[in-house]
């Protein structure tokens, strides 16, 4: 049994696929009514599944901010019978590995096995019991919300976590999105397990359950897991519906910090995961701050002014507008600075757009860097998950280096125009110079 676990291991950490885009995805929905994503592997004796509910954080309300995050992390700690215990050894005794995914949206446990009949029967049925059959033991839980509220309380004193948590306040407002997604020390201590379990009930549903499922097992066989994942989930509908986002009210608000850099945040609503604009703002904010040092921004406020050591600009797409997020630390006496070139180049990329040589080399960046991303069953099952739970096109990794290549300068300048506006962004100081 070790041996296999020792194989397994070193199968995982050295073994680098092949491109998966020329891999089929195959999709069904199960009897249970489950929607189902499947990708045949035969190339290692490993099968990874992922099962995946809209119950993320903005499934949350304000007074019992932190449910859906406590109601993901209880899954595992005892199911069917078995103990918090007894579920760890389980899945030990095959080598068996349990992960869990939680965001904005979604909430999902995921399993990575070995493919063999007999390990594979064992760690599916321990999984199959977490998903389906939790138990929520009153002592655990207790226990889990205390470690929570501690973790929360320390927290409170980070920087970074101040910066983060007050910024999607100011971007979101009531939208549940700018909901913190592990709550609220108040809101967690009230928590009450009936709470939690209801909550299971009426999210972690047959009809809203996205299955998927990549490895070294037939499309027979991954029907009989999906089924089998699915068949005693609680009934319900599909899903939940999300407000639409709105442009936030603009904003700079600096907070009071002891630390000796300032950290510095700005946001604005994005991207949808389906958006039509997702490829040339994709591609667009490579130019401007996700590329690393090739990013006008790292350029302009660290490598010729040297004002910050890093600085980034992302899209964390979702349902609804995901943040736009620019972030930088800088030292407190020139933060100001930093923040004001921060934001004329943004102004500028968005007024003038990328020249063709930076978009030429941005694409040669996600083209080239893009085969690292599906170099493995576990990060392929990551894509799969998405896939299935956006109801993206079947075809999205054959897809993506193809729209890549499609983007042009114009797309991308009139995208960011349309889509971000400089003026109606808010900002998130902390540790400023002169607070408020």
């Given at each position: ?28 929905h ?57 579920v ?8 068996a ?9 979604r ?14 029967t064992?760690a ?16 655990a ?9 501690a ?13 983060s948590?007050?910024?999607m ?24 397990r009936?709470e ?5 009930r ?22 009989a ?10 009934q319900?509908k ?6 639409e ?18 950290h ?21 904010n ?5 590329g ?54 943004l102004?500028?990329?968005i007024?003038d ?26 990060k ?11 109801n993206?096109?079947?075809t ?15 797309q991308i ?8 506006n ?15």
């Amino acid at each position: 049994m070790h041996v296999m676990r020792f194989v397994f291991f070193l199968l995982s950490s050295i073994y680098a696929q092949w491109s998966f885009a020329a891999l089929p995805i195959e999709q069904w929905h199960a009897p249970s009514g489950a929607r189902v994503y499947f990708m045949e592997s035969r190339d290692l004796p490993i099968l990874d599944v992922s099962v995946d509910f809209s119950a993320g954080s903005s499934t949350d309300t304000p007074d019992k901010s932190g449910r859906a995050a406590l109601t993901l992390l209880m899954l595992s700690l005892g199911a069917g019978g078995l103990s918090e215990d007894q579920v760890d050894n389980a899945l030990a005794d095959v080598g068996a590995q349990l992960g869990a995914h939680f965001d904005r949206d979604r909430a999902g446990v995921k399993l990575r096995t070995l493919s063999s009949v007999q390990e594979r029967t064992q760690a599916l049925d321990i999984f199959g019991r977490i998903v389906q059959s939790p138990e929520f033991a009153a002592n655990a839980l207790e226990r889990e919300k205390a470690r929570i509220m501690a973790a929360l309380n320390e927290a409170e004193t980070k920087p970074a976590t101040i910066g983060s948590r007050a910024l999607m306040k100011m971007l979101y407002g009531s939208h549940p999105y700018g909901l913190p997604s592990s709550g609220e020390i108040e809101s967690v201590s009230r928590l009450q397990r009936e709470e939690v379990v209801n909550f299971y009930r009426s999210h972690y549903t047959a009809a809203d359950a996205v299955v998927s499922i990549m490895g070294d097992v037939s499309r027979a066989e991954a029907a009989a897991i999906a089924e089998s994942l699915t068949r005693e989930l609680p009934q319900g509908k599909p899903g939940h519906a999300l407000p639409e986002v709105t442009p936030p009210v603009a904003g700079t608000k600096r907070i009071a910090h002891p630390a000796s850099q300032s950290h510095i945040l700005l946001a604005y609503p994005g991207l949808r995961r389906d958006d039509p604009d997702y490829f040339p703002l994709l591609v667009g904010n490579h130019i401007l701050g996700g590329g690393g040092f090739t990013s006008r921004l790292m350029e302009e406020i660290r490598q010729k002014r040297g004002l910050a050591y890093s600085v980034h600009s992302h899209f964390s797409p979702l349902r609804e507008k995901g943040p736009f997020e620019i972030g930088l630390q800088t030292q407190k006496e020139r933060s100001e600075d930093a923040l004001s070139l921060t934001q004329k180049v943004l102004e500028d990329f968005i007024a003038d757009g990328p020249t063709e040589k930076e978009l030429a080399a941005a694409r040669q960046n996600i083209i080239g860097g893009f085969p690292l991303r599906i170099d493995s069953n576990r990060k392929i099952i990551g894509y799969l998950a998405m896939i299935g739970f956006y109801n993206l096109p079947l075809t999205y990794l054959d897809d993506y280096v193809k729209a890549v290549e499609r983007v042009s300068v114009s797309q991308i300048k009139d995208a960011f125009q349309r889509r971000i506006n400089p003026a109606g962004m808010v900002t998130i100081v902390v540790g400023a110079a002169n607070p408020e």
